[in-house]
């Protein structure tokens, strides 16, 4: 896996970094690859210690159980993401066409950094059954929606701005979803991220 740029890993923990932080930040790096190569149900703290080439008990000191690190492992997936659309955004000046570029920038990353995006898979996968973690689903799309509702007032979509950003936010997550849990060819991920953004777009037009 290619490391997560060391100014993210800054912005994870917000302080000056010493090895108890590098630490963490190894677990967590570990534990996306595992889960995306074998799953949330199957990930053992002795084989992720054995990987990170600690002991199981300096897992469990950062970590108490699987479920405190899936919350960490979102809140390196969401700032991650946001670091890649935030730096998408900062690129063009005119905020009329932040709208289209969220949208582009959020396909694009869960299509090419399919391992850091494992962490907001498996909060999806976690929020059907887990009720705190569907509580925190609801709070970071209702996030979500206000952002693109946001988006859509600066880009001069007006209309049903509240429905249209709902229905916004369910295309792009089940494209989201598609773009990690199928295969597909370069052309094929190109094309499928074409026609979201194409239809995001319709919905945003839409009266």
Known sequence: MKNLQFDLKKAFFNKRLGIAEHRQFLILEMALELIQKKGFEQLQF????KKCKISRSLVHHYFKDKLELANSLLDLSTLHLQNYVQTSLAKEKDSRLHFQIYCKATLDWA????IEATGLLLFIYLSSHNLEMRRRNDQLSALGRQKIKLLLTQAGFTARIDSNAHIIQTVLTG?????LSENHSIKESLQLRSDCLKTCLAVAVSK
Not at 111 to 114: L, Q, R, T, W
């Open 111 to 114: 299509a090419e950094h399919p």
């Open 175 to 179: 494209c989201y979803l598609i773009l």
């Open 46 to 49: 002795g084989e992720l210690a």
